[in-house]
Structures are given as structure tokens and as C-alpha cells.
């Protein structure tokens, strides 16, 4: 069955420090992956996807697919990046998104 | 509206009662999807829709759950003989129905408690 792996429940980064989130994902298809964040007390949202391989607020993802991973990385992590974020993928030919437990960043000062 | 809109915004109930909740998503989009949320979880998939009917309804738990969008717009997610179990978060999220390619746009949830 098709399932997203997020290790860690919770990661804590010291200010300025490199952040990365892992994802692990089992699919044998081609897979679309996404990153979504929520902030306290806000809904859930979009913050990247692998296809469009942008960088957003600094935050990038690779799709490796020989180690079926889509780890979530920042060069410098901000008081303002703490939130809870969860790895996503979606299936061909499947409009339906499955999404990982999630991991809470705390961004210590 | 400009965002997918959920309601209530939070609901209480007791065991064994029937409860609706209500999702409005952004217009135009076709897609329409529900998740459940329990506490320590990821979103956990129920139903899914395209236009006015259910494209897959897979994820939903049991007899007792339905979700119906008979107008290919509002959906609304229906429970009965509610149990403590159900307790959650009930996410409604829409998209464009490009195979989920572009991510989905979410509502703030409905939080059900079931004393």
C-alpha cells in the first residue's frame, strides 16, 4: 500500500542552523510529492511541490527516487518557520493526496 | 468565496446522535475532497469528488458515514449514530481536478467532539 513516512514527531533547530525534515514515501509508480505547513492556528496550506521544484520562503525539496525520499531542507532556519509540516503524495492517474503524520519544527532563539 | 468555507466551525454532540458538516469550496473548482484529522495524525483521506459524484469514497470508515455534493459545488459530510471515536478534525480541501498535481486549497475544519 502506499504510505509517507515522516520520522521525526518533533525537530528542534537553533536559529540561523540548517533545517531538514525527512520524508520517505513506498510507491511503486511515478508519484507527485508535496511539502504542506500549518502554522499555529492557521489551516492547512500548499508550501511546495516536486514538479515546479521552486524554493519557497526559502525552503527546498528533491525528489530522490532511489531512495524514495522527498526531504524538506532550509540553509537557515527562522523563529517564524515553526509550524507543523506534513509530506504528501498523490498517485497517478489519482487525484486523492496522502499525507504523512507530520513533523513540528521548533525554531529554538 | 475566495477560500474553501467550513461549517460549523466546531461542533459538540452526544453518542449516538446524527450530525451534517458543511463544506463550500472555492468556486469552480471541481474537485472536492474530505479528510479527518485525529489528534497526533496526519490528514487521513474519507471521500473524494468530482463534480456532483463520488470519484472514490474509499478512505470512509464505515456504513455510518455519506458525503453527498449534489450540485457539483457544496458538499456536506454526514455522520450517524455518532461515536466517541469520531472525535476530530473534519477537513474539506478543493482543487482545480488536476489529478491533485497543484495540491489542494483546505478549509479551517470542523472540530466534532462526541461526549
Known amino acids: 500500500a502506499q504510505r509517507v513516512t515522516q520520522p521525526e514527531k518533533l525537530l528542534s533547530v537553533f536559529k540561523g542552523a540548517p533545517v531538514e525534515l525527512k520524508c520517505n514515501y513506498s510507491?511503486?509508480?511515478?508519484?507527485?510529492l508535496f511539502w504542506y505547513v500549518q502554522y499555529s492556528r492557521q489551516r492547512l496550506q500548499l508550501l511546495l511541490r516536486h514538479i515546479s521544484r521552486e524554493s519557497i520562503k526559502g525552503f527546498t525539496a528533491d525528489l530522490n527516487k532511489g531512495e524514495t525520499s522527498f526531504h524538506l531542507k532550509k540553509p537557515f532556519a527562522q523563529e517564524e518557520d515553526s509550524a507543523m509540516y506534513y509530506c504528501?503524495?498523490?498517485?497517478?492517474?489519482?487525484?486523492?493526496?496522502?499525507f504523512g503524520k507530520g513533523t513540528r519544527l521548533h525554531i529554538l532563539p | 468565496g475566495a477560500g474553501v468555507s467550513q461549517t460549523p466551525s466546531n461542533k459538540v454532540t452526544e453518542k449516538g446522535k446524527y450530525v451534517e458538516l458543511r463544506c463550500d469550496p472555492i468556486s469552480g473548482h471541481t474537485a472536492l475532497y474530505w479528510y479527518r484529522q485525529s489528534l497526533g495524525q496526519g490528514p487521513e483521506f474519507l471521500i473524494y469528488f468530482q463534480g456532483t459524484g463520488a470519484a472514490d469514497d474509499s478512505g470512509l470508515p464505515n456504513d455510518r458515514f455519506f458525503a453527498v455534493r449534489p450540485e457539483g459545488s457544496v458538499s456536506t459530510l454526514k455522520i450517524q449514530r455518532t461515536e466517541r471515536g469520531d472525535s476530530a478534525v473534519y477537513l474539506c480541501?478543493?482543487?482545480?481536478?488536476?489529478?491533485?498535481?497543484?495540491?489542494?486549497?483546505f478549509g479551517s475544519g470542523t472540530r466534532l467532539t462526541v461526549v
Open positions: 504528501a503524495l498523490s498517485m497517478n492517474r489519482d487525484d486523492k493526496i496522502i
Open positions: 510507491y511503486s509508480g511515478s508519484p507527485e
Open positions: 480541501a478543493s482543487s482545480p481536478g488536476d489529478r491533485g498535481v497543484y495540491g489542494y486549497t
